[in-house]
């Protein structure tokens, strides 16, 4: 969590991050801003705090919330990365598993055979994309 939070274009600098919470059992998770009296209270014990503390509260679990976000974008990207490899694997397993198909060579379209040492040989990847590119 950073000294800066950012909400388009607004942004909340915080100088000096003091230890100051409310001494409270509850943890004031629930505000309720009443504008007449600009008066901040908590819904659950009926609590009154300072704006400047709602503001602080508020800034820093977007702050989490923002952090969460943005870990769960980067998760999902890598999934779907990888995604794209299962996808083939699944697709050529259940090839594998019908009793009457196997799955075919893309180039001479003749039966794979799982006795036939697929995914035995491997081949680097940056040659072969420049094989295939030359080959356009």
């Not at 259940?94 to 036939?116: E, L």
Request: proline share 3%; net charge positive.
């Amino acid at each position: 969590m950073g000294n800066l939070v950012e909400i388009g274009d607004f942004s909340l600098a915080r100088k000096n991050r003091g230890g100051y919470a409310p001494i409270s059992e509850c943890a004031h998770k629930h505000l309720t801003l009443d504008d007449t009296g600009d008066v901040v209270r908590c819904v659950d014990c009926n609590t009154q705090v300072s704006a400047y503390w709602a503001l602080t509260m508020l800034a820093e679990e977007y702050n989490r919330q923002w952090c969460r976000l943005q870990s769960g974008k980067q998760a999902l990207e890598e999934a779907k990365a990888k995604d794209i490899h299962l996808l083939a694997a699944q697709r050529v397993e259940k090839a594998w598993r019908s009793r009457s198909m196997v799955p075919s060579c893309p180039h001479c379209n003749r039966g794979i055979f799982p006795q036939d040492g697929f995914g035995k040989g491997m081949v680097n990847k940056a040659i072969e994309n420049r094989i295939r590119q030359v080959a356009r």
